[in-house]
């Protein structure tokens, strides 16, 4: 059933001090930005009560930029936005392969890449291209500002570390030396518009003897949260590409994810297709 | 708490200045339909996946089911009403859809015209590949698609 309008509030201040402000409030009010998650849950009946608090107008945080040691982005900089911005296509694709299939036009028009963090879906389509790319967010309150390694932020199924009166107020990607090698690929059961039934990013450092000098991992819709597979990226790490190897690495990632059998997909299927994909990224 | 009573909310749609009173939550979709009488902007999905309800926000395209009318605050908007020429001449693409059959029950096609029209602004000679992504949150149940990318294609063409 659909919520009671006059049970929720949405307020719109006009600067990040303010937003803070009344996020720091009792009760604290939640931040509102796009509203491609949000407006569902209350269609559904099932968005919290009380106050909001909107961010689609803060100017501030929109945007991306190179900052000399790393790329920032606004935390409500939108799909459209990095998948078209050049400097993202050039050294982060991964990240524009994920806004691009992320819904259609519409829902990259107004979904935000801190909406998309914080919404904490661990079906997510960004995450596991951020986790590949070791970003760090930026989390601003009235008590300051600090910074947590994107791979540790979500502690469980849509808990974070993020208390109540803070925003995401930007995403960093560091600026990595030599060239990685990058795999993207999101399986779902339509290529447009589908929530992903395993969704997979990987970073890869090989040298010139063709041994992995470090790799990052990671997948979506495996596990409670977005994970990066550490355990498959060790049994990599200081290996060439062999067979016997890949196959080590596809039992360590199956022992560490922990999909299940839900209305998108099964268990079995999504640890099938985990592997395969692994493979297929370790292969390129 | 005061800031839940409706407030007044002014913009600009199919080029008319106006004034509503709405709560700030309420979706685009139900201000335009109840309170301005736009209703060729249909509800399919009320959840982002049809399409259906799709309008021109400051020129980008967006679910009016997902857009509280706060954030049209100040803004631009174009629905289905605002696309034929002020003397009810069809759009190149509304031509195009009626000669090669893009609509049957027409519940979708407000939608996919409000989204091709954005998509043709981006693109105004698209590959078929960008007329399929452009068109990707736009589902019909009835055409099998073929017909609106070919009609889409032929209003590019003109």
């Known amino acids: ?284 | 708490m005061s800031d839940a009573a409706p407030c007044t909310i002014r913009f600009v749609v199919n080029g008319r200045a106006v004034d509503v009173d709405a709560h700030p939550m309420a979706r685009l979709l139900d201000v335009l339909r109840v309170e301005l009488g736009l209703t060729g902007t249909k509800e399919g999905c009320g959840e982002g996946e049809c399409g259906a309800c799709s309008v021109l926000v400051n020129g980008e395209l967006v679910n009016s089911c997902l857009t509280p009318v706060l954030q049209a605050a100040g803004a631009t908007i174009t629905t289905i009403e605002g696309i034929a020429g002020a003397d009810a001449t069809l759009s190149a693409l509304q031509q195009a859809f009626i000669e090669h059959g893009g609509a049957q029950c027409g519940i979708c096609t407000p939608g996919m015209i409000i989204a091709a029209t954005s998509l043709l602004a981006r693109h105004p000679d698209p590959t078929e590949a960008e007329v399929r992504t452009g068109l990707a949150g736009n589902l019909c149940r009835c055409t099998g698609y073929m017909r609106i990318f070919e009609a889409v294609m032929k209003a590019a063409a003109r």
């Not at chain 1, 998948?83 to 519409?106: I, N």
């Not at chain 1, 990671?218 to 062999?242: D, F, I, K, Q, Y």
């Not at chain 1, 099964?266 to 692994?278: D, E, F, G, N």
């Open chain 1, 1 to 284: 059933m659909r919520s009671f309008l006059p049970h929720y509030s949405l307020v719109a201040p006009s600067s990040l001090p303010e937003v803070l402000a009344l996020l720091g409030m009792s009760p604290p009010r939640r931040p509102f930005a796009g509203g491609t998650d949000l407006m569902v849950l209350l269609e559904a009946g099932t968005l919290p009560e009380g106050g909001y608090v909107g961010l689609w107008h803060l100017q501030e945080l929109r945007g991306i930029k190179d900052s000399g040691e790393a790329i920032e982005i606004g935390a409500l900089t939108t799909y459209t936005e990095i998948a078209s911005h050049p400097l993202l296509q050039a050294d982060w694709p991964l990240l524009c392969r994920a806004a691009e299939e992320t819904g259609g036009v519409a829902t990259q028009n107004r979904g935000t890449i801190g909406g998309n963090i914080a919404n904490a879906s661990p079906a997510a389509d960004t995450p596991p291209a951020l986790i590949a790319y070791d970003a760090e967010l930026e989390i601003v309150s009235t008590r300051g500002t600090r910074r947590v390694p994107y791979d540790r932020f979500h502690t469980g199924y849509k808990q974070m570390d993020l208390g109540a009166d803070e925003l995401i107020a930007r995403i960093h990607l560091p600026k990595r030396p030599g060239s990685w090698r990058q795999y993207y690929r999101k399986v779902g059961t339509r290529r447009a518009q589908a929530i992903a039934k395993v969704c997979m990013a990987v970073a890869c450092d090989i040298n010139a003897d063709g041994v992995v000098d470090d790799i990052r991992i990671a997948l979506g819709s495996v596990s409670p949260t977005v994970v990066r597979a550490r355990a498959a990226e060790a049994a990599l790490r200081g290996h060439g590409l062999t067979d016997a190897t890949i196959t080590a690495a596809e039992a360590a990632l199956e022992r560490e994810i922990a999909p299940i059998d839900d209305i998108r997909s099964t268990a079995r299927y999504r640890l099938r297709v985990a592997r395969a994909l692994l493979r297929e990224a370790l292969r390129l």
